[in-house]
């Protein structure tokens, strides 16, 4: 039988000091009880909102608290969602879906149907993603973008 991993056995990332640690352990212990609020883990670590925020920019800071918490997740849990997210899944094959459907595979599949937006907007050139300008876009300028490729 195979040790059961804890959050303590996930590697801790270069660059990722004591304090960052102790508030990554803390988030993911704390995140789901009822009542979890954000300020709460900023008031009981003595960090700032915006301080966490910055260390949540680096990447390996963000996979390290991932990484914990999917130790957390119970194996059973885990495998549910899975088996939950196919049957969801088959609702994209089905030639008509009630709203209630329609509902579900939204909520479940937001996050994919949203990254997929951003990368259709990248696409056709609709925002600020490798256009080197730190300025939004107005709505004029997105639409003669687009129309000068739609025209080719």
């Not at 997929?116 to 609709?126: A, P, Y």
């Not at 080197?132 to 997105?142: N, Q, V, W």
Request: net charge positive; glycine share 6%.
């Amino acid at each position: 039988m195979t040790k059961e991993r804890t959050i303590h056995d996930v590697p801790v990332p270069a660059g990722v000091d004591e304090k960052m640690m102790a508030v990554a352990k803390d988030y993911v212990t704390t995140r789901l009880k009822e009542g979890f609020k954000m300020e709460s883990l900023f008031a009981r670590n003595n960090i700032a909102g915006k301080t966490y925020y910055k260390w949540l920019k680096n990447a390996e800071y963000e996979r390290y608290i991932n990484e914990m918490a999917d130790v957390l997740i119970p194996s059973d849990e885990l495998q549910a969602v899975r088996k939950f997210r196919r049957k969801v899944m088959a609702y994209a094959d089905k030639e008509s879906l009630t709203a209630g459907e329609m509902k579900l595979f939204k909520d479940v599949f937001e996050p994919i149907i949203e990254a997929d937006i951003r990368l259709q907007m990248t696409k056709l050139g609709l925002n600020n993603e490798g256009s080197g300008s730190d300025t939004p876009r107005s709505l004029s300028e997105k639409r003669n973008l687009l129309l000068q490729r739609l025209k080719g």
